[in-house]
């Protein structure tokens, strides 16, 4: 198919030189050229601006309407040639087809999964878009119908059957409805806050249990593992990035996260678990916090009088509190986490100065991962106890308690 | 010029790269004949046991010899040697024969020449007339790897070589690196180095972007289906001797690559590919066009979007939305574009316009 396959990339690129035609074809540039002063009813040669090479004058096609006719033509004299030839060379084979949906939908899955790493919200608002799209091109996969993909809605999900067949294996349906509660959380946190309800909602898909014949209980772990962050994203204080976690508000979510699963002892109830903590947190927390102070390990909740203040703080801080100065557990927002309490000015100040220490630490850290973060912060926390030390020498004891609970959420054997 | 006992590739110790030299002084003087040995391989003992004697070679002399071209010679002359045995049974098959007896003669070529470098060079002549002033230039790295780069049986998978170009490049030039596991070097690795070659060219080497992502449906996708039709219309420019074998080898690569959805490179491969073959689709019955065509439309469109400076995830993005039918904006917008009326950049902004 020489003649034809050169008239076809001279179609595409409608003005070029020889040396350029020859890249979009099998011949070579004396071919093209030869090939090229032969067809002077297809194509002419453009006033010479200096360049000598004949591979480098530049052609035109004079009228693409017919040279569109001479390849047609052309195509149609070659037996075995032109797209037969082609899309023989080029079949793929029915099992690899069957391979699309199963592909799309992990593509879609492993896209909200970078998101974490994405720094600008519109990128992740773009990625985001792009696990959608292949999420209702699964649904128009599996789901027999004339609308077009981008006209599905999530909703088309509860047509599902429980179990779906991929072509290389089976997915829950459930799986699919916790896919598009994450990349609606997603698209959110990279807006900004989202409604309570709507958090409360996204909860709700992802506390059914999941399961499926591929990646079932990895998949689960990692996406529960996302879901705290990005809930601590939407319902954590305003003002503070832009809807990108930071290394103090991932801290806390890995700490609630690890806190669920081994207080449940398997992925579906810490799950469960997972989701009251999060509707509760998200009543708990305040809208917005001063600028320049601790924003996730300590809130101020209310002023109350004689200077005494309603905090959010976090938890293993009190352990290293000197006993001196006195607070009251109100409630335990996130058991082992965060905790609501009453506090003393003194007290205040203090805690105010632990979690400042600890978050100035972690927003400098270079690392990623939860277990390094409960790490790190476990350095700092045995640094603070040792200056809390001078008034109350128990703060070591309680500190050590505290870490070494700290440790083990971490996988570190103590 | 290398002098004895050096490498000329920083990455390789001198010894790995006389054996990677001599067989690769092999495989390119008996490149005609090469896809046949790799066929014969595949149910014949005695050619299979012939390449690898020549790998044993191959190391053992490398080793013995300070001098890339004694390593060379001595390679040569020991599996010539292997090859007269080899004829010497009355019993070898006569289309064995003629094959062994064919390569035998070939050898006489064989010569103490890098053969990587040149590969790539031939590979960036095309790419760089492709990309006209968007080319960036490109330098070659090769260097040894400890096991096979999926750990598979080289009697189903014989490709021990992979390849990457580190991002981001140089302001001057790009690092093309090939990455070859010596112990399963053989001819079927050796023939499908332009291939690696070219979807580093194709892919890579011109791209503007912002980062780099194995697991890109654009990049190692899209862009990916893109490279391997070029390699077909280029293939037997690059080498006209081994254009027919490395076509072949290709395919089989991809067959391969193709066939493995559980890592992220397979599942972008997967929705990449499948996203070009629908806009082929797409051009295809919206124009009334040939497949040549509206393959070369695909072909067009990816290699202007591959030098747009946008992120890539919004490349990625439009990669996404390649399903029939289109949603309403793309589907004007491709048609703005394929009438020439809207540049690939302002491709890009519609699908940013969108998704905003």
């Keep these: ?414 | 010029m290398t002098m004895p006992g050096s490498s000329p590739y920083g990455g390789l110790e001198p010894p790995m790269w006389r054996s990677l030299l001599a067989e690769a002084a092999v495989f390119h003087a008996t490149r005609g004949v090469l896809g046949r040995l790799c066929d014969m391989a595949a149910h014949e003992d005695t050619v299979k046991v012939m390449l690898l004697n020549l790998g044993r070679a191959a190391r053992r002399f490398s080793r013995q010899e300070d001098d890339d071209g004694a390593a060379v010679a001595a390679v040569v002359a020991a599996w010539a040697q292997d090859l007269s045995s080899a004829l010497d049974d009355p019993e070898l098959e006569e289309d064995t024969r003629r094959l062994l007896t064919e390569t035998l003669h070939r050898l006489d070529q064989a010569a103490c020449q890098d053969p990587f470098l040149p590969m790539l060079r031939a590979v960036e002549s095309q790419a760089r007339e492709l990309y006209g002033e968007h080319w960036r230039p490109a330098a070659l790295s090769l260097a040894h790897r400890r096991s096979h780069p999926r750990g598979a049986d080289p009697a189903h998978d014989p490709y021990a070589v992979t390849a990457k170009t580190p991002w981001p490049p140089s302001p001057t030039q790009a690092q093309v690196e090939l990455h070859i596991f010596a112990d399963r070097f053989g001819p079927a690795a050796y023939a499908a180095l332009p291939t690696l070659l070219t979807h580093e060219c194709v892919c890579h080497v011109p791209a503007r972007q912002d980062e780099a992502k194995n697991d890109s449906e654009f990049a190692e996708g899209f862009l990916d289906w893109v490279a391997y039709e070029y390699l077909r219309l280029w293939a037997m420019k690059l080498d006209p001797e081994l254009g027919p074998t490395m076509r072949k080898h290709a395919e089989r690569l991809k067959e391969i690559l193709d066939g493995d959805i559980t890592t992220r490179v397979g599942m972008a491969r997967v929705c990449g590919h499948d996203a070009a073959r629908e806009l082929e689709g797409w051009f295809e019955t919206e124009y009334d066009i040939t497949l040549d065509e509206s393959r070369k439309r695909v072909l067009r469109l990816a290699v202007e979007l591959n030098v747009v400076d946008r992120p890539l995830r919004l490349k990625n993005n439009f990669v996404s939305q390649l399903r029939k039918p289109f949603p309403p904006y793309l589907d004007k917008a491709l048609r703005e574009w394929h009438e020439q009326a809207v540049t690939g950049e302002e491709l890009l902004d519609r699908v940013e316009e969108a998704v905003s």
């Design chain 1, 1 to 414: 198919m020489s003649r034809v396959g050169v008239l076809t990339a001279a179609a595409v690129l409608h003005e070029f030189t020889p040396a350029q035609l020859a890249v979009w074809c099998e011949e070579d540039v004396d071919a093209v050229v030869e090939l090229l002063a032969d067809a002077s009813d297809l194509f002419r040669r453009l006033p010479d601006a200096g360049k000598s090479g004949a591979g480098e004058q530049r052609w035109q096609v004079i009228d693409a309407q017919v040279l569109r006719h001479a390849i047609t033509a052309e195509s149609r004299a070659l037996p075995g040639e032109g797209s037969d030839h082609l899309a023989a060379a080029y079949r793929v084979p029915g099992n690899r087809l069957s391979r699309g949906p199963a592909a799309r939908l992990r593509m879609a899955e492993e896209t909200l999964m970078d998101c974490a790493e994405e720094p600008s919200a519109l990128g992740r608002r773009i990625m985001a878009e792009s696990a959608k799209n292949y999420l209702r091109q699964f649904l128009a996969d599996v789901v027999p119908g004339s609308r077009p993909w981008w006209e599905l809605e999530p909703a088309l999900v509860e047509a599902l059957p429980e179990h779906v067949d991929t072509g290389a294996g089976t997915v829950t349906r459930w799986r699919l409805r916790a896919d598009l509660a994450l990349a609606r959380l997603t698209e959110a946190a990279a807006g900004g806050r989202v409604e309570e309800d709507f958090l409360v909602k996204t909860a709700e898909e992802l506390m059914h249990p999941l399961g499926s014949s591929d990646v079932d209980e990895e998949w689960h772990r990692r996406l529960s593992g996302r879901f705290p962050e990005l809930a601590l994203c939407v319902i954590g204080p305003s003002g503070h990035g832009n809807g990108q976690p930071a290394a103090p508000a991932r801290l806390m979510s890995t700490l609630t996260w690890r806190r669920a699963l081994t207080d449940a002892g398997n992925i579906r109830e810490a799950t469960r678990e997972l989701a009251r903590v999060l509707v509760r947190l998200a009543k708990k927390l305040p809208a917005t916090v001063p600028k320049g102070g601790p924003t996730y390990l300590f809130q101020v909740l209310d002023d109350l009088p004689y200077g005494r203040e309603r905090i959010n703080v976090y938890a293993p801080l009190l352990e290293i509190l000197p006993r001196q100065l006195r607070y009251q557990e109100e409630e335990l927002v996130v058991p082992g986490v965060l905790v609501t309490a009453i506090t003393e000015p003194q007290t205040s100040d203090r805690l105010r100065m632990y979690a400042d220490a600890v978050e100035d630490d972690l927003v400098q850290s270079d690392f990623t991962s939860g277990s390094a973060l409960i790490g790190q912060t476990v350095y700092v926390v045995q640094h603070l106890a040792v200056t809390g030390a001078g008034m109350d020498v128990t703060v070591l004891e309680r500190s050590d308690r505290a870490c070494r609970d700290l440790l083990s959420l971490a996988g570190v054997p103590v």
